[in-house]
């Protein structure tokens, strides 16, 4: 069968040890990875990497594992999955900052010179109301524009060398809540969900037509064993808007598109597992989130009361990533070690767990510190 799964003898080492977190095998060697670093510049600056450090250096340096998931990306993470995207542009000169249209067609302040590695503000978005949404935005989603289509032979054929060592094919998109909020602004948002919800409704429609166009050329040729949504829907008392809302205005387009890729599948035998990926306290959506099928939650930062070993007690059958707090990495040996031995002899008898920082690693983080965390994590390698 095109894109069987290999017997475990023939995967390879990074795949063996990813099937084995997503069928939730209780005492497995933990799969070996990280959620990402703001730290490197400084830790660059200090001569403990090379100015160009890249993922293989990084790989041996902390003993994460080779790839055991291969990732299909042309429909957005944090933003909409524009094509063509917005020039990106200076729109005016603030003494120290800059007011730059970024490709996401947002007017961002940033520090002149330096657009990336801190928090921007976000000053303006590209969609107000229908007008707006049609004349910037609608047309960059068309599921049948040519060049949105240019590289997916190529991405296909890795994905399917991919598959063929048993890595798990994951089909990344952006959120419906993370999407309007790219479109509208985090504030503005929320008032348009009452003051013009046919704007929403009209946004979500085009983010499913696309997805599903492209989802079903691809499909042609690939497997799905994993749909990933880009969310960021809670903060920190949990979800930014209500159960009622998010039923309303997104699980109908959650819910055909995931109806629509199951039905394409060339394995109808194989489970299709479904991520959400939401920043803040997650707790109270996992139930909801639940009733589409979500069965893979991340990254449970713990600065917002996230506990993944509570979780992973409440919700035995849920696959988890993140949870390690950013801010006991930065404390030191002693505390570090008080929280890998409070997680992990728990979470991986458990299974279904890969331990990463609950967000990017960040500059606060010694490079002394990390080590010691990734020599604590290798023991359960």
Known sequence: MLNAIPAQEFMSAGARKMRDFYALKAGAPVYQREFGFYVLERWQAEGHISPNVGEDELAALFGFDPPGKFFLENLGWCEAGFSPVFEEKILEDQDDYELVQDFAGRGVKCFKGRRNGFMPEYVDHPVKDMKSWEENCLWRMD??????YAEIKSTL???????GEGQVICANLVGGYMYLRSLMGPVELLYLFYDNPGLIHSCMETWLRLADAVY???????????????????????????????REFLFPYYQQLLSNIKSRQLDK????????????FSDAVIPLYQELGVNYLSPFEAASGCDVVRTGREYPQLLIHGGFDKRIMARGKEAIDREVDRIMPVMAKRGGYIPTCDHGVPEEVSFENYLHYRRRMLEFA
């Open 216 to 246: 079903a050329e691809m499909q042609k040729e690939i497997v799905f064993d994993e749909v990933f949504l880009a969310e960021d829907i809670c903060y920190n008392h949990g979800s930014l808007i209500s159960a009622e809302m998010i």
């Open 143 to 148: 599921p049948s524009s040519p060049e949105r």
């Open 269 to 280: 035998s194989r489970r299709l597992h479904i991520q959400v990926d939401t920043d803040g």
């Open 157 to 163: 054929e890795k994905a399917a060398a991919a598959a």
